[in-house]
């Protein structure tokens, strides 16, 4: 062992302690102690619940004894994604003196709380004669390589994880670099990078930033800082070695006084060379197998069974796992009459974290007939060296019942052509002997004029019959206009009676009169003779035409009451003188109107 | 009884103006439909023509003449010649049927615009009949129109008045709509926009004349419609909406007489 080592020993802080996690933690100031040197063995326990646990029971220790404990705490307030955290870490310090000399062992502590057990490491003392306590002066130190102990690949080096270091040809391999130093590292920069001559390599993780974080190896704290992984396949068997990674680093000096922040010092570190003893593959690989080497699954799906004509489906075949994902082919689907399968969409996932992840192959295919279809099943075949075997997986096997449907299928072409048309021709003459010349009817005169005519109807109707109305409304000039029909009807009856000789003559020839007369002069039905007279005479009826009315009306009198007085000629005489009366009553105006 | 004889003394007076020598048209129509029979379509064509110079406007007569010009293999003219008779007759089916099979054969492909299916339907309706349906339908409406007015100032003078005047503007409504229809079928009959390129092919030049850059090249068939006229140069636009002057003679204007 060395004179000097690590002053502290952080065993594991639990830097993201959630609020119901405790982190419980031991360590010791050396591992390397004088027998009479004071140990100093510390339990931290940090979480928001750090305060609630009262100070832990040592158990007896072996070779050790307890002189007593001191506590100390402290909080932290942290805003994260807008929630307030608070985090309190409570140190209990014992001061342990060791007993005797050689190599002894600081059991594990377990903590109870909440019904969970939080268990500290073991940690391995050294006990040697005599004093190991540093000086004082160095022991404040220790952040600075000037004054830390010894050489640099101690205290700041790169650490590879191979996953393994014999693999099948094509295996995958995790190459995972770290660095690990006990300074403060300000800044990295990659000088070289591993080339992996007879490798396929994919780079799985490479740090954005720096990401310093603190860990323990080995019982001793280190600042840490995850450089580079890889995946890695060898594509050829044997001896392969892989030259080492080169970083630079600059790393912050120890400040001489309080005025100044502190130096930087660049530093170049190399990783190891590692080197690989690649082993083939074994013999009596299946016919089918395409170089597919890990741990795979195989999913199928569809997304429908029940399909009409011109649908279509998807058709997905899933291989996860771990393995050279990026490269292995998967046997392509067989041609299926009637059913179209599209270009296959292949996409290919490798997660970051581990170094796993899934080949996704989906096939659009679409119905073009109907009837029952089968795709079949696919085998995919790799290589699983764990088992040092051929595995052969198969999809699943489906059934597809294509019914008829509204869709035509068109076949697809790349550029869509018109129809084309073949044994068609245009439509023969039409025969028709008889050709009209067609002539807009907005072209003809007798369009318009019916329309014209339709349009003033309107107000001609409505001229009608505001005259109709007013006819009906004056009662004395309808009186007037029937006078002359009903002179009319008596004048035929008295004509007819004359021609018979028939005295009743007289009576028709009287009514006559009488009805023409007072409708034209316009007084009451039924007057008396006098009366009419009177007001023919006033109204301006010829004196000689009055007179003669008179002579008619007294002959008719007369003829009434002396029946079978009048012989066959007065009648004629007197029917001769109706006659003029009336012709002159027609032509006579009557004024006063 | 008045205007009875007004009208018919009219329709007297007119009708000489429609008459037409029948028995030229028919001794005409014979001569060309047996030429058209013993595939002598020279002849049947000038026959044809020559009834058309005799002023008869009849769809079958373009629809005869296209198909002559169609046997000729004068595709433009035989576009232009069927475009006629439908702007005659809108539902001549053969002319139609006859038109879209033509126009695949053209070296252009000419897209027609997809309308939405109401506007396809509304076009269909507008299609469905001619000029003087659609004449003789605003005349009725307008008749019904006036009947009602008057059967409103008579029957309904002091009676309610709701139902004769929701009839009224039921009628006025389709009688405005009659009338803008038949307005734009008068206005496309007699219209002289539509032209057809008849010349193998022809450029497009951005302005009118040779010296102008070439816009496109079109060939026989190509239907347009002209924007401008500027001397013996013609602006006209594509169907799908490029624009370009184009010489006079090399394409043919769809007018009827």
Redesign the interface.
Known sequence: MKKYVSLLIFLFIAIYASAADLGVTAYVNRTTVGINDNIKYTIEISGSDADKIGTPNLPKLNGFNNQGVSTSSSSSYTMVNGSFESSVTKKYQYSLRAKRVGKITIPSITIKYKKKFYKTKAINMNVIQGSNEPAPSQGKKNNSPKSSSGKLSDNMFIDIDISDRSPYQNETVDVTYTLYSKYDVTSLSFNEEPSFIGFWKEDVFTPKRMNVQRTTRNGEIFNSMKLKTYAIFPTQSGNISVDPLKVDVDIRTESRNIWSFGNTKKYSIASNKINFNVKELPAGAPTNFTNAVGRFHLNSSISETNLKVGDSFTYTLEISGRGNISNIDIATLPEINHLRFLDPETSTEINSTKVNGKKVIRYLVVAQEPGNFTIPSLSFIYFNPDKGQYITLRSDKYTLDVMEGDNIYIPGTTSQA??H?EG???????????????????D????W???F???I??PI??ML?KRQTQIAGDLNYQRQKRANRVLKKYLKLASKYHKSGNPDFYSAAQSGLENYLTDKLKIARGSRKDQIITQATHLGYPDELVDRINFMFNRCNEARFMPGGFSQENIQTDFTGLRNIVADLAKTRIKGK | MK?FLI?IS??IL?SPL?A?N?DM??QT??NA?TA?HNKDYDTALSSFLY?ENN???????Y??IA??H?RQSQIGKAIIYYKKALK??PAHT?AN??LK??L?LTKD?IDSDNNGAMSQFLLRIYHSF???KS??FT?IL??IL?LL??VL??VFQHRDKSLPVFLIFLVLILLVISTTV?YLK?QN?HSAQDAVITSQTAIGFSGPGTEYTRVFTIHEGMICYIEETNENWLLIKLPNGIGGWIESDQLEIVRIM
Do not use: H
């Open positions: 018109s129809i048309l068609s021709d245009i439509g023969f003459i039409i025969e028709d002997r008889e050709m009209k010349s067609f002539v807009p009817w907005f003809s005169i007798l369009y004029l019916i329309i005519l339709i349009f109807s309107l109707t409505s019959m | 205007y009208i009219l329709l007119v429609f037409e029948t048209i028919t129509l014979d439909i058209y009834l002023n008869i406007v009849n769809a079958d007569l629809y005869n198909n002559c169609f005659v007759d053969a049927s006859n099979f033509i695949t492909k001619d000029l003087n004449a003789l005349a307008f008749l006036i007015l008057i100032q008579s038949s008068y009959f």
